[in-house]
């Protein structure tokens, strides 16, 4: 594609909300109360820019943009980030920046004078970009990274009243599971390049058979069906979404109408005409999705709170979506893109009017709210006109997205009739959810609310009654919106050419299909109450479910946590130390053992008198060292071992490290005698005897380990090039005929400069510890706070009985 | 020579690693200083011995005129010894110190930072 025009449109699009997200706090703080109207021109200007699109790809064409992003000339992964534009992602885009702009202007009303509006239109505007990304996005690291970023905002915005553990809770279920289902996104998409060698999805759907016929195939869709199972909510990952709802109203409204929730269903789509067709597809898809459907619409009569009650009946109609896409047909395709409008319209505009409702009455109860129509009437229109969407009533896009279900129903495949079935009972149930909705709140007695309700602002209603008459508008003009927008989109997915010809059927099957949809919609709307207090029963008996599930595995994770800490983290030194020293003494010997490299037993070295002399007195120093049974001997006995080493450097050409070797070594014994004959120590050792033993086996090993290594480096050739250099040079460059003092002070002069760095450092450190007392500074840093009452300030420290301080 | 000062290394770590083993403040010091002379030696040793001759250009010469000792260990074991006298001046201090804060040399005592009884982690959001 890159002989297309670059169009750097696309780039800002995606960019544009991060860059007003940043600057959202500040236009918060000086233009609070109008911010949410300010804010929203910029998603209303994306809008705007995708709407001069729609002319070109309703031709049949796309509009592209590729920028080279990570490259690396030992790794063929083309990362790019690139993005492009056809049918699907523009309706796609589209909803996101339209439901994106009434959005915006509904936070400024829902959250005016909240303390943290800023940060949260910031948050919302941040999900609006991940969200353009990812149905915008070309190159598959481009979709991900987009796709993890709706995961972490959408974090953000669930668990925006961080401070009630319940929206934490759900936050952090709903990262979880949907960054889980990332995690095998990507691996799904690393495979897809793997096997098809396409990094971009625009040259890949060229490739149609590349997957399909590839043996791993089966792996690749259940990776990508995972990553798009969880974002779109299928059982049994359908949890987190209703607890989602502990989100802001505003939140709710567009992760459930037109984003989050949908990048699943997108992701489905978009892999429709690469993954689709195969009895895999055909299977898994319905079969998840129509379980799916059932368990959404059913959940949703047993809910009183109203959110609660919308929460499911996306559940059921992401089910609705899945088992469309997975009958690979032209016209279930169709119905798919027509239902995901229609419900984007809809649902986004009844969250939007719950929303409402719950801000100027103060509940969201169906059975505490009633007769609110004279109140908040403009709410209500707008509630009326999605509820008519909702329910499918004639020459609403929701009507014709039935119809188009219904056509899939036919006696020779009893499939799909099956399926058709379940979509009918699943929109019946849904279309009761909408009529109580729309109608208890408003109609029938007013009752007391904790809040005098009164109209909410334009803000917050302006939204709502224009999706509402969108979705009865698109119906009304069903025909071109048909050319205009499905047909470019149902093409991308069905990935073959395909007209609409959509219009009102007054086929005899539709209708009775229709007419039964309705009836089932009634009744159960007539019978709600009895419905929820049966579906409450069985709640009280069937406790289990994945919601409990993911509480066992995230506290079972925590004690897990736990228990490793506890049995590598035990705060026992001398244990610490044993794991070292183990290790230290397999790292000796295993590659000696591995590389057949022990060395032989040596010859009996032949020295003169005073060596073997002096390393006897070393020897025994050591012994000493240990067999001490005063501390002053112990400590005269350092000095011995650390004297000898002063003499073998003397004997072997190392004058300047023996005097260097005495004079350490004569301070040390000084000080170490000096502080000690101020302490007041236990002068055993405290190990028992079995203790001693393996200490001493551990150091035994650890000690013929060193031998044994140094005798094997001993018996190759020294390198001396290094020497030679140096030897060779000192007098004629450096101008010093100490050879060690010019490798220090020349060559080596910035290790020199560290050793000075490292003295200094520790003198501080000893003079700073020296000059620390009890109960930390009097004044400054870490200083302690006034004592609130009368009475020496608590210690923070423990302080024990003996301490001499 | 060199054969003989490998088996002293090794009795060097050998002590060393018994003290550092010990559960007692005073004797963990001790293994450290005599570990790092252990690891000076170790050094020294690698670089191979040459008996009585320092490396060192006579006067009105460019070159020693007979072999010397190796004199790039030797300045390594310089850089070492110095930070290691600084490394066991620190650790005594610290270890006074800690001992008059805590009033103990056993580090089976000394579990400040990490107590014996730490809470479990909340099982909550």
Same mark, same amino acid.
Request: glycine share 12%; hydrophobic share 30%; charged share 30%.
């Given at each position: 594609m890159s002989d297309l025009p670059n169009h750097y449109a696309l780039l800002l699009i995606a960019l544009a909300p991060f860059i007003t997200a940043l600057l959202a706090p500040w236009v918060n703080r000086f233009a609070n109360g109008v911010s949410g109207w300010i804010l929203a021109t910029v998603p209303a200007a994306i809008f705007l820019v995708l709407a001069t699109y729609i002319g070109p790809i309703a031709d049949g064409g796309t509009v592209s943009f590729t920028m080279s992003w990570v490259e690396s000339q030992? $790794? &063929? $992964?083309?990362?790019n980030l690139s993005f492009f534009v056809d049918g699907l992602s523009l309706i796609f885009a589209l909803l996101i920046s339209g439901i994106g702009t009434f959005i915006v202007t509904y936070s400024g009303g829902y959250l005016? *004078? &909240?303390?943290h509006q800023g940060r949260f239109l910031s948050f919302i505007l941040m999900f609006m970009g991940s969200m353009l990304g990812l149905v915008l996005a070309d190159n598959i690291i481009t979709l991900f990274v987009f796709w993890e970023l709706t995961s972490i905002t959408s974090f953000l915005l669930i668990g925006f009243n961080h401070n009630k553990e319940a929206s934490r809770r759900a936050a952090i279920q709903a990262l979880v599971v949907t960054g889980g289902g990332g995690l095998l996104l990507l691996f799904g998409l690393l495979m897809i390049f793997a096997v098809s060698g396409h990094s971009e999805l625009s040259t890949l759907m060229m490739d149609q058979n590349v997957l399909r016929d590839h043996p791993a195939y089966l792996l690749v869709l259940l990776l990508v069906l995972g990553g798009a199972f969880t974002k779109s909510a299928q059982v049994p990952f359908h949890f987190w979404l209703p607890n989602a709802m502990e989100a802001p109203t505003p939140v709710s409204a567009y992760l459930h109408s037109a984003t989050m929730v949908k990048a699943g269903v997108y992701l489905i789509a978009r892999m429709s005409p690469v993954l689709n067709d195969t009895i895999y597809w055909n299977t898994i898809l319905p079969i998840f999705g129509g379980i799916t459907l059932l368990t959404g619409a059913i959940m949703a009569l047993r809910q009183t709170d109203m959110k609660q009650m919308l929460a499911y009946t996306t559940l059921g109609s992401l089910g609705m979506l899945v088992m469309l896409l997975g009958l690979s047909e032209k016209v279930a395709i169709l119905a798919a893109l027509l239902f995901l409008v229609a419900h984007a319209f809809y649902k986004g505009a009844l969250f939007m009017v719950v929303g409402a409702i719950d801000h100027e009455s103060g509940t969201r109860d169906l059975t505490e709210v009633s007769g609110l129509r004279a109140k908040l009437p403009f709410t209500f229109i707008a509630a009326v006109l999605a509820a008519i969407s909702m329910a499918g009533f004639p020459i609403s896009l929701g009507y014709f997205a039935k119809e188009e279900i219904y =056509? =899939? $129903?036919?006696?020779?495949?009893v499939w799909s009739m099956a399926l058709v079935l379940v979509a009918l009972i699943g929109n019946g149930l849904m279309m009761a959810v909408g009529l109580a909705i729309a109608i208890k709140p408003f109609f029938g007695k007013m009752l007391e609310t904790p809040k005098s309700p009164h109209e909410a602002p334009l803000s917050m209603y302006w939204g709502p009654i224009i999706l509402g008459v969108l979705g009865l508008a698109a119906g009304f003009y069903i025909t071109d919106v048909g050319q205009i927008f499905f047909a470019p989109a149902a093409t991308a997915v069905y990935a073959k050419l395909v007209e609409t010809h959509l219009k009102l059927h007054f086929d005899a099957l539709l209708i009775a299909l229709s007419v039964a949809t309705w009836v089932v919609g009634g009744l159960a709307f007539y019978k709600l109450e009895s419905i929820r207090s049966f579906l409450r029963r069985v709640a009280t008996v069937w406790r289990w479910g994945p919601d409990q599930g993911f509480d066992q595995f995230m506290f079972g994770l925590i004690r897990l946590a736990d228990r490793v800490t506890r049995l590598l983290h035990h705060g026992r030194l001398e244990l610490y130390l044993i794991l070292v020293f183990v290790c230290l003494a397999g790292a000796l010997f295993t590659p000696l053992i591995m590389q057949d490299a022990l060395p032989k037993l040596p010859a009996f070295p032949n020295l003169h008198f005073y060596e073997w002399s002096i390393i006897a007195i070393a020897a025994i120093g050591l012994i000493a060292v240990i067999a001490a049974k005063t501390r002053l001997v112990a400590i005269v006995s350092l000095g011995i071992q650390g004297f000898s080493v002063a003499v073998i450097f003397l004997l072997f050409g190392a004058p300047d490290l023996g005097f260097t070797q005495l004079m350490v070594e004569t301070l040390s014994v000084v000080i170490l005698a000096l502080v000690m004959t101020r302490l007041h120590l !236990?002068?055993? !050792?405290?190990?028992v005897l079995e203790e001693a033993v393996r200490d001493g086996a551990i150091a035994i090993v650890c000690g013929f380990g060193f031998v044994a290594v140094l005798l094997a480096v001993l018996s190759v050739e020294l390198d001396t090039s290094l020497s030679d250099l140096f030897v060779a040079t000192s007098v004629p460059i450096a101008h010093g005929r100490n050879i060690v003092n010019v490798i220090l002070v020349d060559y080596r002069a910035l290790d020199t400069l560290g050793e000075i760095t490292v003295v200094m450092t520790a003198g501080i450190a000893i003079l700073a510890l020296i000059g620390i007392r009890l109960g *930390?500074?009097?004044? *400054?840093?870490g200083a302690p706070k006034k004592a609130p009452k009368s009475g020496a300030p608590k210690r923070t420290t423990p302080r024990s009985k003996g301490a001499r301080a | 020579m060199e054969i003989a000062l490998a088996f002293l290394v090794g009795l060097f770590f050998a002590v060393a690693i018994y003290l550092l083993l010990s559960r007692s403040l005073i004797r963990m010091l001790l293994g450290i200083a005599i570990i790092g002379n252990g690891v000076n030696l170790l050094i020294f040793t690698v670089g191979r011995l040459t008996r009585e001759v320092p490396p060192i250009v006579p006067d009105g010469e460019y070159a020693p005129l007979e072999q010397i000792a190796n004199p790039l260990p030797q300045a390594l074991i310089l850089t070492a010894i110095v930070i290691g006298f600084s490394l066991f001046a620190f650790l005594l201090v610290l270890t006074y110190r800690a001992y008059q804060e805590?009033?103990?040399?056993?580090t089976d005592t000394m579990r400040v930072a990490e107590p014996e009884d730490s809470p479990r982690p909340p099982l909550s959001y």
């Open positions: 030992y $790794f &063929h $992964f083309p990362i005016n *004078g &909240h303390r =056509l =899939l $129903f036919g006696p020779e495949n !236990d002068q055993r !050792d405290a190990r *930390g500074p009097k004044r *400054g840093i | 805590l009033d103990a040399d056993n």
